[in-house]
């Protein structure tokens, strides 16, 4: 079982299912446009997955993962309000900025993810340039085998692997 978590447009965890037919795939977000856009490429991609509408982990209070993909809202509200106008005006606010620190959908995940995971489970997240080390502090529980900052092609802290004891 794997999640996408803030699937946005629904990319990860279409490509995800697309990659590993046979994995049960299941792709949630906050914003129900979201939810349609990511139906919509679904379909064009012919690849089978369920979906549902709400905030984090609320959709998946029975169930557990192996594999739990998200790429949320990372910056703060500051950056936000500093960002070129072609990224503010058409991307909506709450699919970038998690509020005053730009980290509270990590401390969130930190806190509430470890009862949604199977042993050996595997969590793989975006995150923005220079928050590895927040992070890293963040997932700093026992609970984690593996903590892996991975950056990007311009030598960013871009992903943050984890696998669950």
């Known amino acids: 079982m794997a999640w996408d ?11 995800l ?6 994995l049960e795939v299941s792709l949630s977000d906050l914003s129900e446009k979201a939810i349609e856009i990511a139906k919509a490429n679904a379909s064009m991609n012919d690849a089978t997955v369920c979906f549902y509408q709400g905030d984090l982990l609320s959709p998946f209070r029975q169930g557990k993962a192996d594999f739990v993909l998200c790429n949320p ?11 070129d106008l072609s990224v503010r005006l058409y991307e909506p606010k709450i699919a970038l900025a998690s509020g005053p620190s730009g980290l509270e959908f990590y401390i969130r995940l930190a806190d509430e993810l470890p009862v949604y ?18 992070v890293g502090a963040i997932f700093g529980a026992k ?20 696998e669950f004891e």
């Open 73 to 83: 809202p990372y910056i703060s509200n500051q950056e936000f309000d500093s960002l």
């Open 5 to 15: 978590l803030c699937c946005g447009s629904g990319c990860l965890g279409v490509s």
């Open 143 to 162: 609970c984690w085998k593996t903590k892996c900052l991975e950056k990007d092609w311009a030598g960013h802290d871009r992903f943050f692997f984890l």
């Open 17 to 22: 299912k697309k990659a590993l037919p046979a």
């Open 117 to 134: 995971l199977n042993r050996g489970a595997k969590v793989f997240l975006e995150i923005g340039a220079g928050q590895g080390a927040a």
